[in-house]
T-cell receptor, first 110, second 116 residues
Framework: GIQVEQSPPDLILQEGANSTLRCNFSDSVNNLQWFHQNPWGQLINLFYIPSGTKQNGRLSATTVATERYSLLYISSSQTTDSGVYFCAVGLGGANSKLTFGKGITLSVRP | GAVVSQHPSRVICKSGTSVKIECRSLDFQATTMFWYRQFPKQSLMLMATSNEGSKATYEQGVEKDKFLINHASLTLSTLTVTSAHPEDSSFYIC????????????FGPGTRLTVL
């Protein structure tokens, strides 16, 4: 099956710093999503981005489908950004399963 | 829009009992829902794909008779953990896809199961 690798596994930042989270995948995909899992376990949808670039406030994401990677940028980090960030990919549409990476644990210190 | 709910959020049961978890898409119809399991400090692992009106498709290594899935309507899927044992204790999360404009999946808040 498709492999998803996220890096780095852990990231510690000082509040206000910027960061880049990476997701590599082993096959062509039609679905790529970035999530933030909050301390209660809820997965928050950040981006649906099988290709291209999107921005939402301090967050932005870029997926280069031909090179099989995606990047999530966090600018001016805040303590509330702490948590686990997952990248998940799928081969089809909404009715096809997602394969998750192992996640990146981000800690933002005040 | 695109809200998925789960009930209960937390359940504690004795070993040997069965537990039912509900997953609902509140503002859209979902012909397909997915059930994941997450152990502490690990990623989400897909257990099964739930298809409305037909049998679920289970991932390799997941026991069909232990994790019963029923998708009786376009907005409801249930997962029943039968004869639960302590090793079944985990965080169970469901998701559903909305195909209106994007092929994006949305996740429920999860159910934390503890088997004593």
């Amino acid at each position: 099956g498709i492999q998803v690798e996220q890096s780095p596994p852990d990231l510690i930042l000082q509040e206000g710093a910027n960061s880049t989270l990476r997701c590599n995948f082993s096959d062509s995909v039609n679905n790529l999503q970035w999530f933030h899992q909050n301390p209660w376990g809820q997965l928050i949808n950040l981006f649906y981005i099988p290709s291209g670039t999107k921005q939402n406030g301090r967050l932005s994401a870029t997926t280069v489908a031909t090179e099989r990677y995606s990047l999530l940028y966090i600018s001016s980090s805040q303590t509330t950004d702490s948590g686990v960030y997952f990248c998940a990919v799928g081969l089809g549409g909404a009715n096809s399963k997602l394969t998750f990476g192992k996640g990146i644990t981000l800690s933002v210190r005040p | 829009g695109a809200v998925v709910s789960q009930h209960p959020s937390r359940v504690i049961c004795k070993s040997g009992t069965s537990v039912k978890i509900e997953c609902r898409s509140l503002d859209f119809q979902a012909t397909t829902m997915f059930w994941y399991r997450q152990f502490p400090k690990q990623s989400l692992m897909l257990m099964a794909t739930s298809n409305e009106g037909s049998k679920a498709t289970y991932e390799q290594g997941v026991e069909k008779d232990k994790f019963l899935i029923n998708h009786a309507s376009l907005t409801l899927s249930t997962l029943t953990v039968t004869s639960a044992h302590p090793e079944d204790s985990s965080f169970y999360i469901c998701s559903a896809g909305r195909e209106v404009s994007y092929n994006e999946q949305f996740f429920g808040p999860g159910t934390r199961l503890t088997v004593l």
